[in-house]
């Protein structure tokens, strides 16, 4: 069985401007017990698909290939940062997305629909674009994550040219996940 998730990842220049932002959470939040995601790490998720067996990746990629054919390469900006579900009550800390955030919405929904034609359970959370940062295992006070977000630039980190999209595997491990890629679909390629 392999853990799978189809995901964006980010061209090295906005990986490394998202970890400067992240360092400066790490001042903000030291002393709490959080474990940040790796520079290396940090990526989009589109869509987890969870534990799959080898007819469970095969249909996977064909999904993937059949969105990848369909769709043109395109560019999104990484800005904003925030928490889920909420800033009182934060367990997640990410990097937002700017306009145009409709094409990544696009891609996320023509891959459920593929997936879902080929006997995928459906996904019940509505996707929501973000590059997560943190996982937070006790919600710091309110307080501190108001200051620390209030704190953040609001600037562009990045912008971001995607033209491909890649299903990875994660592999769990008590030092943090290690993400390996299975197969990258470069868009428009049909
Ligand atoms: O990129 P993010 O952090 O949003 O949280 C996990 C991560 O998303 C998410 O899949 C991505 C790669 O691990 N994930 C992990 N378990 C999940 C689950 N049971 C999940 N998403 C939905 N359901």
Same mark, same amino acid.
């Given at each position: 069985m392999m853990r799978l998730f189809f995901a964006v990842l980010l061209d090295e220049h906005t990986r490394g401007r998202v970890a400067l932002v992240q360092e400066a959470m790490k001042r903000a939040l030291a002393g709490q017990r959080i474990s940040w995601v790796k520079q290396e790490n940090l990526h989009l998720t589109l869509r987890f698909l969870g534990e799959q067996d080898e007819k469970g990746l095969r249909q996977a990629i064909e999904a993937g290939q059949t969105v990848a054919r369909e769709r043109q390469t395109f560019r999104f900006v990484v800005q904003g940062a925030g928490a889920f579900p909420d800033l009182r009550r934060a367990r997640v800390l990410w990097v937002g997305v700017e306009e145009p955030v409709e094409p990544l919405y696009y891609l996320a929904h023509q891959l459920e629909k593929e997936l879902r034609q080929r006997g995928f359970p459906p996904e019940d959370k509505p996707f929501r674009s973000h590059i997560t940062l943190a996982r937070i295992k006790e919600p710091p006070p309110a307080q501190v994550m108001q200051k620390l977000i209030e704190s &953040? %630039?609001?600037? %562009? &980190?990045g912008s971001v040219e995607v033209r491909s999209f890649v299903l990875m595997q994660s592999v769990l491990n008590p030092n943090g996940s290690l993400y390996t890629p299975v197969q990258e679909f470069p868009l428009g390629a049909g």
């Open positions: &953040l %630039p609001n600037e %562009p &980190l």
